[in-house]
């Protein structure tokens, strides 16, 4: 069971999936997925909305909860949602807190700027570890107008390998850099020994970690970074038309599946 420890020291790439279900984190933890991630993609990958902005603290500690019932090794951390930190110190402590205390999650992620150095400091002091996030930020997407890839202008590139050292000099223990240039999450990875785990940030980082319903086949409109492994939505869909069609034809359900109590008489008619 790996520690954030282990995480932040390990000399291979790190793998790292969303799960937001017991049991799909408990397929990501069979597989030997070194973390799992509560994203707050869960607005978007399960919950139905069109952004993470309507994803509540409520909603991200219940899919905690349940994503660590489904795992016994990979470490577990939960994504604060827009608004859940930041705001008001008191209400991140007891937010990041309860992922901790009463979910089970190992360590907490944040939506990082210039704003979350001293907030990372705070928690990691607390005992709550912070995994940072820089790149595209998809909480800032009614500022940024849209989910393009970040960093492209040098003083942007700049800022962004700045912000990383500042998380890191404040204690996060890892970091994910999303949507940026290859070269600038290559420089990002040199620059910092904890690891920095990519998406849609090329292949010189320390990890990777993509949503699983795009990794699975399972999502409508995935990002042109992220791969399909799998095609979870046509088995899904082959094996719900086999059910219907085995009810409609009388094969379901079968004799093995119906069980009479010999005990009881409903007379002979
Ligand atoms: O919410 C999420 O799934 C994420 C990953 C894309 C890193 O933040």
Redesign the pocket.
Known sequence: MPTVEDIRTTTRPVT?L?AYDAPSAAVVDEAGVDVV???????N?VLGYDS?LPVTVDQIASHTGAVVRGVDDALVVA?LPFLGYGVDESETVENAGRMLKEEGADAV?I?SGRHTVDLTARLTDLGIPVMA?LGLT?QHVKQLGGYSRQGVEQSHADEIRDLAAAHESAGAFSL?L?HVPSNLAAAVADDLSLPV?G?GAGSETDGQ???LTDVLGLSDRAPAFAEQFGDVAGEMERAVSAYRDAVLGGEFPAGEHAVAADDLDFGSG
């Open positions: 790292m969303t991630l509560v994203g707050d993609s869960l607005g990958a993470t994504d992620k939506e996030h998809p994910v999303e785990v998406i970690v993509l949503v």
